[in-house]
């Protein structure tokens, strides 16, 4: 939106959620940052090489010299899938706006977290070795108790980012959350 509409709706949105991060409450924080202020998005471990080649762990220790070092469980139990890399590890500041976004529709903390998506799939991946981004499905009951499914939300972010067509498809069979599964 532009305009008087579009300044409008700013207005509107800022009187509802007032301009203050959503994470630490202090600092003054706005919309496209996520409502996430500069010191909480700092706030994070980058994970950085070295790390699993397949499950993308950060991983401690001397690994010059292999190619593609792998975690102990990569090594004894590999996993369904080829390679997965992430941005930060999964704690603090980026483990609680992901668990806000998920589970109480704080759907503001999209705007970070799509950035943090959209940074790690340009440093690790080529859009032209893609076809098209398929997020995992929710089960229809369980869409609609969450209100949306937030991995075709920020499939979409990404795709828009780098020019990948989405594809939904669609769960059929309302199986066990993945939270509450081990990796067995």
Not at 6 to 33: I, K, S
Not at 55 to 78: D, K, T, V, W
Request: net charge positive; hydrophobic share 35%.
């Amino acid at each position: 939106m532009n305009g008087k509409l579009g300044r409008l709706y700013e207005y509107f949105m800022g009187f509802l959620f007032p301009n203050v991060c959503q994470l630490c409450n202090n600092t003054a924080a706005y919309r496209e940052e996520g409502y996430v202020c500069e010191k909480c998005r700092q706030q994070r471990t980058k994970i950085s090489e070295p790390f699993c080649y397949v499950c993308g762990i950060q991983l401690n220790g001397n690994f010059e010299g292999i190619e593609r070092p792998l975690c102990a469980q990569c090594r004894e139990m590999p996993p369904y899938f080829d390679w997965a890399r992430a941005n930060s590890l999964s704690e603090g500041n980026v483990y609680q706006a992901i668990l806000y976004y998920k589970y109480s529709h704080k759907v503001w903390f999209e705007h970070w977290l799509g950035k943090l998506l959209i940074e790690t799939a340009q440093t690790y991946l080529d859009p032209a070795d893609w076809d098209v981004i398929v997020p995992v499905p929710l089960h229809p009951s369980r869409k609609r108790k969450r209100g949306y499914n937030q991995a075709e939300r920020l499939g979409r972010i990404l795709s828009k980012s780098l020019n990948i067509p989405i594809k939904e498809i669609y769960r059929v069979v309302n199986t066990p959350a993945q939270a509450s599964l081990n990796r067995v």
